[in-house]
């Protein structure tokens, strides 16, 4: 029998500030461990305030950027210079500050976008070249996936309810009813994400704290966010301000690498 998904580790600072830092010293980490292991560093990127919450890496002296295989764990389908888009956001926010090489930064294709199975065909091919030749597994095993949750507790495109929910096969998914504007999104599924070696939410704010609450505290109710249980071994980690968990019981665990 595989082994159960182990416990998330719920990591709450008292601030947003030291979250960040703590959040860059473990994405510092799982660099250096993926880079010694196979010579590169593959790793997934939410949109929303996330990619605002990775700039301590910016000035970060262990980052290898040119060791970097950035995917998006989900992205809206809008052009790339567009204000909705998940890749222009992280250039602002992140990669037009640091040394990353364009190549390594893997985009949706815009100009599929009146197909969205084309796009996300496309987007999952993307993957499979990044994975396949050196991983014989049925699913990409990302070195690292960072993650946020919304309001309904739906987690990089996966809202609650809807029927991708249950995709157990493909890689990449479309959705065209987003709950969350714009409509149109692609997203990693569930297979995908619970694959992933080490996956880390990170939310922080007061506003958080009923939806943490719920997905920590009452995983029985199957919110999208709750359904990120990685496979053995994978680990799920949780990087949160005080506020965010002001209601959540969930044991919390000093912050250690
Ligand atoms: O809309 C996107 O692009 C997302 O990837 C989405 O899943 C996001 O991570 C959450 O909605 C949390 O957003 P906030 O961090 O802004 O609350």
């Not at 991983?135 to 609650?160: E, M, W």
């Not at 249950?166 to 297979?191: F, G, H, M, N, Q």
């Not at 249980?229 to 994978?234: E, L, N």
Request: hydrophobic share 40%; with cysteine.
């Amino acid at each position: 029998m595989p082994a159960p998904p182990s416990t998330p580790i719920l990591f709450s600072f008292p601030s947003s500030a030291e979250l960040c830092d703590a959040l860059a010293e473990f994405v510092v980490k799982a660099q250096r461990e993926a880079i010694e292991k196979k010579g590169r560093f593959s790793v997934a990127i939410s949109g929303g305030s996330l990619p605002k919450q990775l700039n301590a890496l910016i000035s970060h002296p262990g980052v290898k950027w040119d060791k970097w295989q950035v995917f998006y764990a989900d992205e809206r389908v809008v052009p790339l210079d567009h204000p909705d888009s998940n890749h222009k956001l992280c250039t602002d926010e992140l990669f037009s500050k640091v040394p990353i090489p364009k190549k390594n930064i893997h985009t949706i294709d815009p100009t599929l976008a009146d197909d969205l199975e084309e796009l996300s065909d496309a987007y999952e091919k993307e993957l499979i070249h990044e994975f396949a030749q050196k991983d014989s597994a049925r699913f990409p095993i990302f070195d690292l996936i960072l993650l946020g949750v919304g309001p309904d507790g739906h987690t990089a495109s996966l809202f609650p309810g809807h029927s991708l929910l249950t995709e157990e096969d493909r890689w990449v998914a479309y959705i065209e009813d987003s709950p969350k504007p714009p409509p149109k999104r692609v997203t990693l599924t569930y297979p995908v994400i619970n694959h992933a070696a080490r996956l880390a939410f990170v939310a922080s704010g007061v506003g958080k704290a009923d939806t943490l609450h719920s997905v920590l505290d009452e995983p029985e109710r199957g919110l999208p966010a709750s359904r990120v249980r990685p496979v053995y071994p994978g680990q799920l980690y949780w990087f949160v301000d005080e506020p965010a968990v002001s209601k959540v019981e969930f044991p919390r665990t000093p912050f250690k690498l």
